[in-house]
């Protein structure tokens, strides 16, 4: 029985919430100051770290997350940190881990649960459409759910099949659940802090061949501008949530990208300017609220677009996209919105999958193919 | 119980919850761990179909399985409570009838087991029912019309779970038996002593939640009692298609639980299994597993036809075993309800049925706007959109209704 953990003060709770930000600055002055090579893994797992430290309902559980620190390593360190009523392994069962959370949840915590792989989340699928996306609407907000299922997602990492698959539309098409899924190291840090702090059910799509993925990122500055905004109050967890990114900038024609698939979009977008072509790159950021104004911005600026995804394009996010901007860009648009998404085939075996994956080559075609003559 | 000679599990508090009750059986009585987690031998029961006690050697109760006979007071209170809920059930079949709801799954014959759930629980614990325990949740003091919203058909749920800690009425059979065990897990991380009863019926044993909700209990070592209304029939699917197991409560012992049968229409009965079973899980016992052997009288809702399924010779023979009819002579005959009281408690009865035909018979005014309010803590861009969409849409169907009353 551990007194120090306590009711989240912002969600089904009655007592007010033990917040300890003495101790992630402790934690902080560990760190070396200043912008430093970090990879996504450790953003992730640094946020983990910092959501136990501030709020002692954040709860973290899965398969392996206790003593290994999880298979991607996302949540090592944790249980040696704040103990094994924090951070603990579950009976191998994502019905019985999701489900769980629900409960704990409605009694005051703030679960984040890892589902191992992208495939092995399916058996919680049911929890996840029946009481995770429902309770809220169900109960006129009288139950809130802010628990975050964290899912690493896709492929390219020559994985066996059940490990490469991408759920996000499933989860996406589902009312009532938020989707994040972040593309660059620092908004790993960031999306994850303000997916624990948000009072809605988040489902965090991790781009797992991005793990190792090392940026130059300031920690300690991104924590501190974090813990600023959870001070300030009403406004936690709203900083990214419905804001895409202008990941590059460019005037003739418009990528839109989310996860994974970002970094393949730069590198198309830089290969295309070797050959005098300006393409701006968006990150969605957030599927569920998806930012119709910053990706309408940009297709009304450029008149082209293309939408890049791993997942299959049939009735997908990007199909959905497509379609969103069709219906605010008609008029603006020099060209029918072109897709380059995996192919409407389960996930191929590790040998065939650079035939299937969006590549430069592919989205270069695509953009060759936007009606340029005229 | 957990079984802790093999493979210990873990303890995720740092107490170690002491497990006296096992301990002291498997001491007193020279039994087994096993003995004392299957169930005895026989069904629990302490008045029969005609309203006798039996005798204490013919109750089922073996050493380790032994239960008091509940308190003059409770069982008084329980009576009242099994009149309120057969009136209950019946007004609310009657509602249907009359169009005012879309559908009532009934309890008639059950209310035994949804008084005894309701009872055996203090204001502090929570319980998970299914859509079949209206009345259980209305014998927790939630108000009637609030609980029936979910069938007015208005909103899916009219009652405020965090106040009543009483969860959502869940139609998806099972998945509240892990909302039960997590919020037993919050509560005992905390250092709580709440007792969760999560509850569901024979067919819903074989969904793959019933197996996880039973397990992470047992290896969590949390205070959660599963109560399953064994009531022979999954809509028309009878029981020996779900599970061939010498009985549900058998299950118990494959998680490392102890699990208890016990008369299902017999609520003195089940009032001692449960009340020892709250006793024990609040003392830290970890779960444990009680079947009810009972009997869905009526269809398994206005849609459907029993006649398709099942003899009426085999419904005529639990209507002999009626738990409300059993309770009223056993407390006349032991002196303890007279003319009087019987006619208070109808009184009360008929008050409750009226407040449900009062509160059904409104029609009560849907909002469409309540449509996107919920979804989220916040609406979304997008559902602000829809919002709007959806009242412009509603402002020309009213510019044009009153348009053409006008000509």
Request: glycine residues 8%.
């Amino acid at each position: 029985m551990s007194p120090t953990i306590t009711t989240s003060s912002e969600a089904n709770g009655n007592v007010s919430a033990a917040t300890a930000r003495a101790a992630a600055s402790a934690a902080a002055s560990a760190e070396a100051a200043g912008p430093q090579p970090v990879t996504m893994a450790k953003a992730l797992n640094t946020a983990l770290s910092d959501a136990m430290h501030a709020d002692s309902s954040v709860l973290v559980f899965g398969e392996d997350v206790g003593m290994l620190g999880g298979v991607f390593r996302i949540t090592d360190g944790l249980t040696a940190t704040f103990g094994e009523q924090r951070c603990f392994d579950t009976p191998l069962a994502e019905s019985g881990i999701v489900g769980m959370a629900v409960g704990m949840a409605i009694n005051g915590m703030r679960p984040v649960i890892e589902m191992q792989f992208d495939a092995f989340a399916y058996p919680a699928f049911e929890q996840i459409v029946s009481h995770v996306a429902k309770m809220h609407n169900r109960t006129k907000g009288m139950v809130k759910l802010p628990l975050v299922i964290r899912i690493p997602y896709g492929g390219g990492i020559g994985g066996v099949e059940h490990h490469c698959d991408s759920s996000e539309s499933y989860y996406a098409h589902t009312a009532g659940l938020k989707v994040y899924t972040p593309a660059t190291v620092a908004d790993g840090y960031r999306m994850l802090r303000e997916a624990i702090d948000s009072d809605d059910p988040v489902i965090f799509m991790e781009p797992k061949k991005m793990y190792w993925t090392k940026d130059s990122v300031d920690l300690g500055e991104l924590r501190r501008l974090h813990e600023d905004t959870r001070a300030e109050g009403t406004t936690a967890g709203r900083n990214s949530e419905g804001k895409a990114a202008v990941a590059r900038p460019g005037t003739d024609a418009t990528l839109i990208a989310y996860g994974p698939s970002v970094p393949t979009a730069l590198a198309a977008a830089e290969a295309a300017a070797l050959e005098g072509r300006s393409l701006e790159v968006i990150d969605v950021r957030t599927i569920v609220p998806f930012d119709d104004e910053t990706v309408s911005a940009s297709v009304r600026k450029t008149g082209r677009a293309v939408v890049i995804a791993e997942a299959h394009g049939f009735a997908s996010v990007s199909s959905e996209i497509v379609a969103r901007v069709q219906e605010r860009c008609f008029h603006y648009l020099a060209a029918p919105i072109r897709r380059v998404t995996g192919f409407d085939v389960p996930y191929p075996a590790p040998k065939l999958e650079k035939y299937y994956l969006p590549g430069v080559d592919r989205i270069l075609d695509a953009v060759d193919d936007l009606q340029w003559e005229n | 119980m957990t079984i802790s000679a093999d493979h210990t599990a873990p303890d995720t508090t740092s107490t170690t919850a002491p497990d006296n009750a096992l301990t002291e059986a498997v001491k007193k009585f020279g039994i087994t761990v096993e003995d004392y987690m299957l169930p005895a031998r026989h069904q629990i029961q302490m008045v029969d179909p005609d309203g006798r006690l039996k005798p204490e050697g013919e109750q089922g109760t073996q050493p380790g399985h032994e239960y008091p006979v509940p308190g003059d007071k409770e069982l008084l209170e329980a009576y009242e409570r099994l009149v309120v809920g057969r009136r209950v059930n019946d007004q609310n079949s009657a509602l249907v009838r009359q169009g005012r709801m879309a559908v009532y799954p009934s309890s008639h014959g059950q209310e035994a087991c949804q008084v005894a759930a309701a009872l055996c629980l203090s204001d502090g614990d929570w319980m998970f029912p299914t859509y079949r325990d209206a009345v259980a949740v209305m014998t927790r003091d939630v108000d009637p019309v609030q609980v029936m919203t979910i069938f007015r058909g208005d909103w899916h749920g009219g009652y405020d779970p965090l106040k009543y800690k009483v969860g959502i009425q869940c139609t998806p059979l099972t998945t509240q038996l892990l909302h039960a065990v997590g919020v037993a897990h919050a509560a005992k991380l905390r250092g709580e002593d709440t007792v969760v009863l999560a509850m569901c019926g024979d067919g819903a044993t074989s969904e793959g939640d019933f197996h996880e909700a039973l397990n992470f209990a047992a290896v969590f070592h949390l205070p959660v009692i599963f109560f399953v209304q064994n009531n022979k029939y999954a809509i028309s699917v009878p029981l020996a298609h779900q599970s061939v197991a010498p009985s549900l409560a058998h299950k118990a012992v494959g998680y490392g639980m102890a699990g208890e049968r016990v008369d299902g229409n017999d609520v003195v009965a089940l009032l001692a299994v449960l009340d020892r079973a709250v006793k024990l899980a609040r003392e830290g016992s970890g779960p444990l597993l009680v079947e009810a052997n009972t009997y869905r009288m009526q269809a398994h809702t206005n849609a459907d036809d029993d006649t398709r399924y099942r003899e009426s010779a085999e419904v005529a023979e639990w209507r002999a075993k009626d738990p409300v009819n059993r309770m009223r002579t056993y407390l006349t005959g032991r002196g303890l309800l007279d003319g009087a009281a019987e006619e208070r408690i109808a009184a009360h009865a008929e008050d409750v049925a009226a407040q449900l035909r009062e509160g059904l018979s409104e029609d009560v005014p849907v909002d469409p706007q309540e449509l996107f309010r919920h979804v989220f803590a916040q609406p979304t861009p997008q559902l602000k959109e829809q919002s709007a969409m959806l009242a412009d849409e509603l402002a020309r169907d009213a510019a044009s209704d009153s348009k053409e009353a006008g000509k």
